[in-house]
């Protein structure tokens, strides 16, 4: 069954850690997104690829990188977390064609302390 | 710039129609996307509108006005399930989704 995976669902870590937060999908989409939600808030776009070795920073910057060796593969890092990260963290992907529909994971809840 | 309007929050009863609208100024357009998120989840697609007029899909139908920035939400037979945040997305230029806060809606009983 063709998905979008996100792990971990939740995560608590302390203020200074490194973390990676894992996404992958089985639909082949070249597109993949990282947005950062807070409750209520609307949806910010933090980075996206279209395809192997293409990454660009979205409107947010959130002291993040990603890196997209893979298709299927766009893990997004936090090289020193601080509480200001903590926030909803969303993967999505998108096949392109007419509608351009992205198709989201679970997300992941990250509490920095 | 982009800039998406929608209502913060409605209230509607179960059974009933309900019509959450959104305005939104933008010097590109690609589409316009209805999305459902329930709280905790992620969203989920509804509806895309390129071109105007009204797209009917079941019980959700979706309306778009280039000309006017406007779209609309419509919801017919209102399910408690109904409860959740419904978030209006300009695809712009760049073909990259601009947000809207969302609207959450509350069915009453």
């Known amino acids: 069954e063709a998905d979008i995976y996100q792990t971990p669902r939740y995560l608590v870590i302390g203020t200074g850690k490194k973390i990676t937060l894992e996404c992958s999908q089985t639909?082949?989409?070249?597109?993949m997104y990282w947005y950062q939600q807070d409750p209520g808030m609307e949806l910010h776009l933090i980075h996206y690829?279209?395809?192997?070795?293409?990454?660009e920073k979205g409107d947010l910057s959130s002291e993040s990188t990603v890196s997209r060796i893979r298709t299927e593969h766009f893990p997004l890092t936090l090289e020193s977390a601080r509480p200001s990260h903590t926030s909803q963290y969303l993967c999505?992907?998108?096949?392109?064609?007419?509608?351009?529909?992205?198709?989201f994971g679970p997300g992941t809840r990250l509490t920095v302390l | 710039g982009q800039n998406i309007d929608q209502p913060t929050e409605m209230t509607a009863t179960e059974g009933a129609i309900v019509q959450i609208n959104c305005t939104y100024q933008?010097?590109?357009?690609?589409?316009l996307f209805w999305y459902q998120q329930h709280a905790g989840e992620a969203p989920t697609f509804l509806s895309y509108?390129?071109l105007d007029g009204l797209e009917e899909k079941g019980r959700f139908s979706s309306f778009l006005s280039r000309s006017k920035g406007y779209s609309y939400l419509l919801l017919k037979e209102l399910q408690m399930k109904d409860s959740a945040s419904y978030l209006c997305?300009?695809?712009?230029?760049?073909?990259?989704?601009?947000w809207g806060a969302g609207t959450k809606l509350i069915i009453k009983p």
């Open positions: 690829s279209y395809g192997v070795n293409s990454t």
């Open positions: 999505a992907s998108a096949g392109g064609g007419d509608s351009n529909e992205q198709f």
């Open positions: 509108n390129v």
């Open positions: 933008t010097s590109g357009f690609n589409g």
């Open positions: 997305a300009l695809m712009d230029s760049n073909y990259q989704l601009i």
């Open positions: 639909m082949g989409h070249d597109k």
